[in-house]
């Protein structure tokens, strides 16, 4: 569209932009490396791939440097880039026992088959500061990477594990999988309109904000709910993408994401024939974010409760409250758009009480 | 590293698509476009995509112009009734940068497509106009009930019995209907709409108009519409009037007029100026603009 030149407003924006990236530039830092984000800062950089709907790590990082670092804002970013890509199509389920585990633990049982397997967290670590990082140079970095591979035999660890919750099927104390071949709802493409099924559920949370999903979870944890989990198994790896190929229809693999799984066991309720079995809830999202895995599986169980028993007794169980409001992008830009003007409807508010005084100050000079 | 990957990205995103989205969506738009001028004040749920300005801001809206807009197309958009308020003029940039060939302008009447936020222009609005709204809550319902699956079982009973409750309550409280921006209004005898935040002032402009009224609400997914020459009705009681913005001075009685332009019928903004007097304007920039060009013709 051609460019039409107006006062105020455009050169306000304008200027306003330039000032956003002058602070960025102004002072004695460095330009920030797209790698140093992606490495360094894996644990935000997560946040906004998963958030952001879009596995595109390169992105995710430009992302976070140009929103100067502000997740919400960088998940925006790769959200309205995904919308000027057309759907391609779509895969077959993916099965994360194929995936190349990076880190693995079951809080169910003292010892799984394959092994607890830590990997990289921060769970137990003291959050002391280490003031020594205040000052560090490329070379410590050599040195912490040299230490870590130097004394490290190779192919010791296998590269896929068995699921703990396999054990807790063979033994009939959880539902066995369901196979399903409903089609996934696709919630890029549909609007949620209630019911939903529960695979747009899923989808809308593995991409909602991990803040949001953590409240809502942590409402039913402390009792608003009673989900109780445990935590059967929580995983973190690459997960090959399989993709029917373009000609033969042959599932290929065309990459790998990092994926963040957690499937939680919820108390036991009763089946058709009688026995009852373990309940579950799932969670899944891009990117290593253990938390938003785990307060998601608890929300999709809570939701899940509720529509077994036909009744919602608390904000987390209910499907509307929780998928409505869960999706980072549109509630911080909601939240954000008052401080856009609003002052015609300012104006016809004024309208309105000044109206509704004018009648109770006729009211109070009537005589009685 | 990704060395291919970057290269793709910066190849490909260096322009976008004219319209910014993808043809699907676009088509996906035009369909729901159809169906909303079909059952007219029917919200019809559509797949609301991100756009590159935040939610809240008027995606809705943008998503309908850009579905609309082909090159031969000449584009307004205000805000607060505006051209040159900060969110129009950030709308008119990404039009002006993702869509090549369509005209802007700042005149009403030379619009094929008029993007708003809060207004309707005062120069009535011909056949080959459209005026697309954007639309924070696309459902009048909402004030009364807040679960989405009931207002649309209510919408399609055409049970609107609590929000007459609500407008008995605001008299029975205020002896007033206190509504002042997002006046329910009835389409076409069924569906009551929600008009968007625009004032009461600009409701009746909706009814029996040669223009065609399409509301986009992205966050909220939904797109709906009052066609031409179609019944547009603010609800309210047989006995107690609906009244528009009166702009009366409390003391002298009269209306207060432009300060620009001297219009004596048009919706003003207030604001106090620098001395803290009280100040009154055409919020309708184009209107005012135009008006004074008249009036300078004729000198």
């Given amino acids: ?250 599932p290929m693999e065309a990459g790998e994401v990092l994926v963040t799984e957690c499937e939680i066991v919820a108390m036991f309720e009763k089946t058709d024939d009688g026995a009852p079995v373990f309940t579950l809830g799932y969670g899944a999202c891009f990117g290593h974010n253990e938390v938003k895995a785990i307060a998601m599986a608890v929300l999709d169980r809570a939701i899940s409760v509720a529509k077994d028993k036909g009744r919602i007794a608390n904000p987390s169980e209910d499907p509307e409250f929780v998928l409505l409001h869960v999706d980072g992008i549109e509630s911080m830009g909601f939240c954000t758009h008052y401080k856009m003007p609003h002052y015609v409807t300012f104006q016809s508010d004024m309208d309105r009480l000044r109206a509704a005084r004018g009648k109770a100050e006729e009211a109070a000079d009537a005589p009685r | 590293m990704h060395p291919v990957d970057t290269m793709g990205q910066t190849r490909e995103g260096a322009t976008y698509g004219f319209a910014f989205l993808d043809e699907d969506a676009k088509r996906e738009l035009r369909r729901a476009i159809f169906k909303a001028v079909c059952i007219p004040g029917h919200q019809v749920p559509y797949a609301s995509r991100e ?74 609005l011909r056949a080959d106009q459209i005026l697309v709204f954007q639309v924070p809550y696309p459902d009048p319902l909402v004030v009364v009930e807040a679960n989405a699956a009931k207002r649309r079982r209510m919408h399609g009973r055409a049970d609107y019995a609590r929000l007459w409750v609500k407008l008995y309550e605001d008299m029975v409280a205020f002896d007033e209907i206190t509504i002042s921006h997002r006046y329910p209004t009835r389409i076409n005898g069924h569906y009551i709409i929600d008009p968007s935040p625009i004032p009461r002032f600009d409701v009746p402009k909706l009814h029996q108009a040669e223009c065609l009224y399409l509301f986009g609400a992205g966050r909220e997914k939904r797109i709906y519409a009052v066609p031409p020459h179609t019944d547009a009705v603010p609800i309210t009681f047989n006995d107690v009037a609906f009244a528009v913005e009166n702009f009366r001075d409390k003391t002298t009685g009269q209306r207060h007029v432009c300060r620009r332009c001297g219009a004596d019928d048009s919706f003003l903004d207030e604001f106090p100026d620098n001395d803290g007097a009280r100040v009154f304007q055409c919020s309708d920039a184009a209107w005012c603009d135009m008006r004074l060009d008249r009036r300078e013709a004729a000198e």
């Fill in chain 2, 51 to 124: 756009m590159p300005i935040a939610r809240g801001f008027g995606t809705g809206g943008m998503q309908l112009t850009l579905a609309l807009l082909g090159p031969d197309d000449t584009c307004k958009v205000i805000d607060q009734g505006a051209d040159d308020s900060v969110n129009a003029a950030n709308i008119r940039n990404f039009f002006a940068l993702t869509c090549p060939g369509v005209t802007g302008t700042l005149r009403t009447e030379a619009a094929s497509v008029i993007q708003t936020r809060h207004r309707i222009p005062e120069l009535p």
């Fill in chain 1, 1 to 250: 569209m051609a460019y039409v030149a107006i006062r105020g407003g455009a050169d306000a924006i304008k200027g306003s932009a330039r000032l956003m990236d002058a602070l960025r530039a102004m002072g004695q830092s460095a330009p920030l490396e797209l790698d140093q984000i992606e490495r360094q800062m894996p644990l935000l950089h997560s946040k906004v791939l998963s958030e952001g709907s879009l596995y595109h790590p390169r992105l995710a990082s430009l992302a976070l440097k140009q929103s100067l670092g502000d997740s919400l804002e960088a998940a925006f970013f790769l959200r309205a880039y995904r919308s000027t890509k057309p759907r391609l199509g779509e895969t077959a389920p993916h099965d994360t026992r194929t995936m190349r585990v990076v880190r693995r633990v079951s809080a169910a049982f003292k010892d799984i088959p394959g092994g607890q397997m830590l990997g990289a967290t921060p769970d137990y670590l003291h959050r002391l500061f280490r003031f020594d990082l205040m000052d560090e140079g490329p070379e410590t970095f050599d040195q912490i990477t040299r230490d870590w591979f130097g004394n490290r035999p190779n192919g010791e660890t296998p590269l896929t594990f068995p699921k703990v919750l396999d054990t807790l099927r063979a033994e009939g104390l959880l539902a066995p999988l369901a196979d399903s071949d409903e089609a996934p709802f696709d919630i890029t493409r549909e609007p949620l309109i209630f019911p939903v099924p529960r695979s747009a559920q899923l989808a809308t949370m593995a991409r909602g904000e991990t803040g949001g999903l953590l409240a809502l979870a942590y409402s039913n944890m402390r009792g608003y709910g009673d989900v109780h989990p445990t935590v059967g198994e929580l995983r973190v790896g690459y997960v090959p993408v399989m993709v029917p190929h373009p000609v033969t229809g042959k």
